[in-house]
């Protein structure tokens, strides 16, 4: 069916390149993209406890050796490597309520400044914090909007930096207005983390880098103008993943937070750059990937929804250029998205999906936390409790979580009073 789709897609293409009216380039991405179970290849997926020269992983040594291996090849073929800080990181305090939330809550504004090279990118973190408890553990994660869609009064400023134009959220010309104060709420539900004893930080991803293809010019990358680029250079989503780094260096000197309780969460694109981050620094001690489907949480063989070479043809600036070799050629990547999700181990690791998002691919990422267990087993820990995926709104919870809830694409509700429960669990 797919494949029918496609060639009569192609055909009529064809037809009109023919006929002179169209003539942009066939690529992948405009044909149907599959959603037929009936048509995700066979395959078989790298065993993260092989080493590369056919050698077993018996012992928690060898696994650390196996996991350098691993994640090297992930910064070469997949996200690009990311430079090493060697520069300042200042912090500017724009405001401190102790009295928000009736008392209930501190929320605080931080502008960070990452200076290096006579340059300073800044930074706006939002903070939340309950006011009843020491040594808080808390969520860190990047929004999409801006710091103002999580605040209803003008304390908290509509960012300065790029941004997507997006009419709900009040965002045209690339810049952000007072139009989206407030949007985003729903989705980062202060009010109810706070009253379970968490902090939320949060910080626009766009200044961290702007989400388009500038050539690596802008945000963190500009940070580093000698670098001389290369096909293993880093790219949008681990800029945003090494930015959580940075953000991180600053939040181990806020006297509220326990920063060895630190949970970095994302969506989508930002759920790969926190699935990256959790890869890259240890110091975040739980995962979250909320729907971060192709080049997240979702095994690229399969094929369904998003492939690689959709993602790289659409986002050209997201990933290594070495990505692209695996353009159609998902067969050959040396590694597979649950070994992402292995190089957590042993820390607890989240997935969650959307059932009607299937651009994600929900049961592509419940396979990837299934083939992820086996190193957490190395660690007599369960990884997934279960080997099928859980009927929809019933989350599984060992050392990994996963749940597919009802609806699409998005950071909802539903997704945090579970990444609460978990945190509960292992913090
Ligand atoms: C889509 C992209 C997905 C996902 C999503 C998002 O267009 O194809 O991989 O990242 O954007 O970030 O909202």
Same mark, same amino acid.
């Given at each position: 069916?797919?494949? #029918?789709?496609?060639?009569?897609?192609?055909?009529?293409?064809?037809?009109?390149?023919?006929?002179?009216?169209?003539?942009?380039?066939?690529?992948?991405?405009?044909?149907?993209?599959?959603?037929?179970?009936?048509?995700?290849?066979?395959?078989?997926?790298?065993?993260?406890?092989?080493?590369?020269?056919?050698?077993?992983?018996?012992?928690?040594?060898?696994?650390?050796?196996?996991?350098?291996?691993?994640?090297?090849?992930?910064?070469?073929?997949?996200?690009?490597?990311?430079?090493?800080? *060697?520069?300042?990181?200042?912090?500017?305090? @724009?405001?401190?309520?102790?009295?928000?939330? *009736?008392?209930?809550?501190?929320?605080?504004?931080?502008?960070?400044?990452?200076?290096?090279?006579?340059? $300073?990118?800044?930074? $706006? @973190? @939002?903070?939340?914090?309950?006011?009843?408890?020491?040594?808080?553990?808390?969520?860190?994660?990047?929004?999409?909007?801006?710091?103002?869609?999580?605040?209803?009064?003008?304390?908290?400023?509509?960012?300065?930096?790029?941004?997507?134009?997006?009419?709900?959220?009040?965002?045209? $010309?690339?810049?952000?207005?007072?139009?989206?104060?407030?949007?985003?709420?729903?989705?980062? +539900?202060?009010?109810?983390?706070?009253?379970?004893?968490?902090?939320?930080?949060?910080?626009?991803?766009?200044?961290?880098?702007?989400?388009?293809?500038?050539?690596? &010019?802008?945000?963190?990358?500009?940070?580093?103008?000698?670098?001389?680029?290369? =096909?293993?250079?880093?790219?949008?989503?681990?800029?945003?993943?090494?930015?959580?780094?940075?953000?991180?260096?600053?939040?181990?000197?806020?006297?509220?937070?326990?920063?060895?309780?630190?949970?970095?969460?994302?969506?989508?694109?930002?759920?790969?750059?926190?699935?990256?981050?959790?890869?890259? *620094? $240890? #110091?975040?001690?739980?995962?979250?990937?909320?729907?971060?489907?192709?080049?997240?949480?979702?095994?690229?063989?399969?094929?369904?929804?998003?492939?690689?070479?959709?993602?790289? #043809?659409?986002?050209?600036?997201?990933? =290594?250029?070495?990505?692209? &070799?695996?353009?159609?050629?998902?067969?050959?990547?040396?590694?597979?998205?649950? &070994?992402?999700?292995?190089?957590?181990?042993?820390? +607890?690791?989240?997935?969650?999906?959307?059932?009607?998002?299937?651009? =994600? *691919?929900?049961?592509?990422?419940?396979?990837?936390?299934?083939?992820?267990?086996?190193?957490?087993?190395?660690?007599?820990?369960?990884?997934?409790?279960?080997?099928?995926?859980?009927?929809?709104?019933?989350?599984?919870?060992?050392?990994?979580?996963?749940?597919?809830?009802?609806?699409?694409?998005?950071? @909802?509700?539903?997704?945090?009073? &579970?990444?609460?429960?978990?945190?509960?669990?292992?913090?």
């Amino acid at each position: 069916m797919y494949q #029918r789709i496609a060639l009569m897609r192609n055909f009529c293409i064809s037809l009109l390149v023919g006929s002179g009216i169209f003539f942009q380039p066939i690529q992948a991405q405009d044909f149907e993209p599959n959603y037929e179970e009936g048509l995700v290849p066979s395959y078989s997926l790298p065993d993260p406890l092989l080493f590369a020269n056919g050698d077993t992983v018996t012992s928690l040594e060898e696994w650390n050796s196996r996991r350098q291996e691993i994640f090297k090849i992930f910064e070469k073929e997949v996200y690009g490597k990311s430079p090493e800080w *060697d520069g300042e990181l200042e912090a500017e305090v @724009l405001f401190v309520n102790p009295d928000f939330m *009736d008392g209930k809550a501190t929320r605080k504004g931080i502008r960070l400044h990452l200076k290096r090279n006579g340059q $300073d990118l800044p930074l $706006d @973190l @939002l903070i939340f914090y309950p006011n009843t408890r020491k040594s808080v553990p808390a969520f860190l994660g990047l929004n999409f909007y801006g710091n103002h869609t999580l605040a209803t009064d003008s304390q908290v400023v509509v960012p300065t930096a790029w941004i997507r134009n997006n009419e709900t959220m009040g965002s045209s $010309d690339n810049k952000a207005s007072e139009a989206g104060r407030g949007k985003r709420i729903s989705n980062w +539900p202060y009010e109810k983390i706070v009253a379970r004893g968490y902090g939320l930080v949060s910080l626009y991803y766009g200044e961290l880098d702007p989400d388009f293809d500038d050539g690596f &010019q802008n945000g963190v990358h500009g940070l580093f103008p000698e670098e001389s680029r290369d =096909a293993a250079s880093w790219g949008s989503v681990a800029g945003w993943a090494w930015g959580l780094s940075r953000v991180m260096d600053y939040l181990e000197t806020e006297s509220w937070l326990n920063s060895e309780k630190v949970a970095v969460l994302g969506h989508s694109r930002l759920g790969k750059a926190a699935l990256w981050a959790g890869a890259m *620094d $240890d #110091r975040f001690a739980l995962v979250i990937s909320n729907n971060s489907g192709c080049g997240g949480a979702a095994l690229s063989r399969r094929q369904y929804g998003e492939t690689v070479a959709r993602i790289n #043809r659409s986002f050209p600036h997201w990933f =290594a250029e070495n990505f692209n &070799q695996y353009n159609e050629r998902e067969m050959e990547l040396p590694i597979d998205q649950h &070994q992402l999700l292995a190089l957590m181990a042993p820390r +607890p690791v989240y997935v969650a999906s959307g059932v009607e998002d299937r651009w =994600a *691919d929900p049961k592509g990422e419940f396979l990837s936390c299934v083939a992820a267990s086996p190193v957490y087993r190395l660690f007599d820990l369960e990884g997934m409790p279960v080997s099928s995926p859980p009927a929809v709104n019933h989350p599984e919870m060992g050392h990994i979580g996963y749940h597919v809830r009802s609806g699409g694409h998005g950071l @909802l509700e539903y997704d945090w009073m &579970q990444y609460l429960d978990f945190a509960d669990l292992h913090f």
